[in-house]
């Protein structure tokens, strides 16, 4: 009998756990500052975050997101704002730094470019990254990357920097008291 009524509990879970997780994901919502994209959920922290707390966090992607999709490493720049901002940090204590390399190159590059080597897709992270851009996030591209990948400067979304490769760029933020995020 108890086995029975185990072959019959599992499936049944497994069968709600798409329901119980589209619920939670219901909590998650944009803003305050990027309305478009970066959703966070609100939470309970046993541990308030101090006042003054200032955040200067490096993102790494070498991950490329599918044709006409937003990346959604980048897109974690955006939840990283609009949650810290809920929870009360300013916006001008948050200074964030991507830095592209591997696949993820092509993520920075302008719809001509991106378009001719992606079947005419369009670049879904384009518009994110001059919304940040405007929020004060960096992105820089590992030019070791871009070489590999026949991206020149001239291929770059505007106000992308090229930097000599993505180690160097991680080497420098670090000294400038960036710490990675590893996500």
Request: hydrophobic content about 65%; aromatic content about 0%.
């Given at each position: 009998?108890?086995?029975?009524?185990?072959?019959?509990?599992?499936?049944?879970?497994?069968?709600?756990?798409?329901?119980t997780a589209q619920a939670q994901m219901e909590n998650f919502k944009t803003g305050p500052v990027f309305d478009e994209f970066g959703p966070t959920a609100p939470v309970q922290t046993d541990t308030p975050l101090p006042k003054d707390v200032t955040f200067k966090i490096n993102f790494d992607v070498a991950k490329a997101a599918e044709p006409g999709t937003l990346s959604r490493a980048i897109e974690s720049a955006a939840r990283f704002i609009n949650m810290h901002v809920a929870a009360g940090v300013p916006e001008n204590n948050i200074r964030l730094a991507i830095v592209v390399h591997g696949g993820a190159a092509h993520d920075l590059t302008n719809q001509q470019s991106y378009g001719s080597r992606k079947d005419g897709a369009e670049n879904g992270s384009a518009d994110a990254i001059a919304t940040l851009q405007k929020h004060g996030v960096n992105f820089y591209l590992c030019g070791q990357s871009a070489a590999a990948h026949g991206i020149s400067n001239?291929?770059?979304?505007p106000g992308v920097?090229?930097?000599?490769?993505?180690?160097?760029?991680?080497?420098?933020l670090q000294q400038q008291g960036y710490t990675l995020n590893p996500f």
């Open positions: 009998m108890r086995k029975l009524s185990l072959t019959l509990l599992v499936p049944a879970l497994i069968l709600a756990l798409p329901t001239a291929d770059l979304l920097k090229m930097e000599l490769s993505a180690m160097t760029a991680h080497a420098l």
